[in-house]
């Protein structure tokens, strides 16, 4: 629900760098990345509370990658995960913690070195499709001086 990359920093983890995907429609992002890092993110995925709705949508998903570095594409066919959903969502999961089972198609690429990088991430499953690109200015970080 980021529409132009505001929010591409917050809640990051240590040692990679994850970019969102869209719930629909395209989306254009620019965001600062810490050089040094792998990114990865998803291409299409499905988030569901019922474990049968990822049967068949790997096989019937498409998902591709335009980025200098050379992206690894990884199907997930079932993975089970909990997550605390903020009331109003735009998935329509309930507030508080939800425990559901999401499959796709994912990608990691790099570490990236300092400089520009265009990434473009495309998905489709039957009808639907998203696409999200990435303007991305990977920056060099700051070493603490002293001890």
């Not at 990051?12 to 620019?30: E, H, I, K, N, Y």
């Not at 089970?80 to 329509?92: C, D, K, S, T, W």
Request: charged share 20%; glycine share 14%.
């Amino acid at each position: 629900m980021d529409p132009t990359g505001e929010q591409c920093a917050k809640g990051q983890p240590d040692g990679v760098w994850l970019v969102a995907g869209t719930f629909s429609g395209t989306v254009r992002r620019r965001c600062t990345v810490p050089a040094g890092v792998p990114i990865a993110g998803p291409l299409i995925n499905l988030a569901s509370t019922d474990a049968d709705d990822c049967d068949g949508f790997v096989a019937a998903a498409e998902g591709t990658v335009s980025t200098d570095a050379s992206p690894e594409v990884t199907a997930v066919d079932t993975a089970r995960f909990e997550f605390v959903a903020e009331r109003g969502n735009p998935a329509g999961f309930p507030a508080g913690r939800n425990e559901v089972f999401g499959c796709g198609i994912w990608f990691s690429a790099g570490p990236f070195s300092p400089g520009r990088q265009l990434l473009v991430l495309k998905g489709r499953h039957g009808d639907f499709s998203v696409e999200a690109t990435y303007d991305l200015t990977i920056k060099a970080t700051r070493r603490r001086q002293g001890g």
